[in-house]
T-cell receptor
Framework: ETGVTQTPRHLVMGMTNKKSLKCEQH?????MYWYKQSAKKPLELMFV???????ENNSVPSRFSPECPNSSHLFLHLHTLQPEDSALYLC?????????????FGQGTRLTVV | AQSVTQLGSHVSVSEGALVLLRCNYS??????LFWYVQYPNQGLQLLLK??????LVKGINGFEAEFKKSETSFHLTKPSAHMSDAAEYFC????????????FGSGTRLQVQP
């Protein structure tokens, strides 16, 4: 496998469910990100991890809980979500410390909260 | 803080016509600028990036962009549109000390008419 892989690609969950989104990068990068993409809204940065340490948390509700067990894996744990949380969740990675390098994105997980 | 503004949420061109997608940036330091493309239900793919080596940057799929400091612009162009260019395009910036994540514009949806 190459690049950034996200699973599942699609997820439907009830408001009382608990689920997790998974992201894996095979690029040897040391920084990973979660973005939320809602209809008619700009991409919103949610969390940033560098060297497995959370370095940025952009006022995201506590019902979203990230986890970065190592530099290749990133999870987003979901619980008691709201319908407005329905969106495309994108994971990305990059090489920290090199400002001119791009971020590589996964295909995203399309989340629907019912 | 660094930011980008994309003028025009929708652009429609005829097949074979010039494509021009506009992006203006705001940055107090020399910026690193990127253009990404997103096809339906996919992640973001890098088209090109500006890293100060050259003001005219060539990317994939025949796209290019010119960095103009005097106009704080980084517009994306393609001489001749193809049906397969229909997608959403995002301009992004990374700049400033310690700012790892990219900040994205609101996106421009390109429609190509036959």
């Amino acid at each position: 496998e190459t690049g950034v892989t996200q699973t599942p690609r699609h997820l439907v969950m009830g408001m009382t469910n608990k689920k997790s989104l998974k992201c894996e990068q095979h690029l040897g990068h040391n920084a990973m990100y979660w973005y939320k993409q809602s209809a008619k809204k700009p991409l919103e940065l949610m969390f940033v991890y560098s060297l497995e340490e959370r370095v940025e948390n952009n006022s995201v509700p506590s019902r979203f809980s990230p986890e970065c067990p190592n530099s290749s894996h990133l999870f987003l744990h979901l619980h008691t979500l709201q319908p407005e949380d329905s969106a495309l969740y994108l994971c990305a990675s990059s090489q920290d410390g090199q400002a001119n390098t791009e971020a590589f994105f996964g295909q995203g997980t399309r989340l629907t909260v019912v | 803080a660094q930011s980008v503004t994309q003028l025009g949420s929708h652009v429609s061109v005829s097949e074979g016509a010039l494509v021009l997608l506009r992006c203006n940036y705001s940055s107090s330091v020399p910026p690193y600028l990127f253009w990404y493309v997103q096809y339906p239900n996919q992640g973001l793919q890098l088209l090109l990036k500006y890293t100060s080596a050259a003001t005219l940057v060539k990317g994939i799929n025949g796209f290019e962009a010119e960095f103009k400091k005097s106009e704080t612009s980084f517009h994306l162009t393609k001489p001749s549109a193809h049906m397969s260019d229909a997608a959403e395009y995002f301009c992004a910036v990374r700049g400033g000390t310690g700012r790892r994540a990219l900040t994205f514009g609101s996106g421009t949806r390109l429609q190509v008419q036959p």
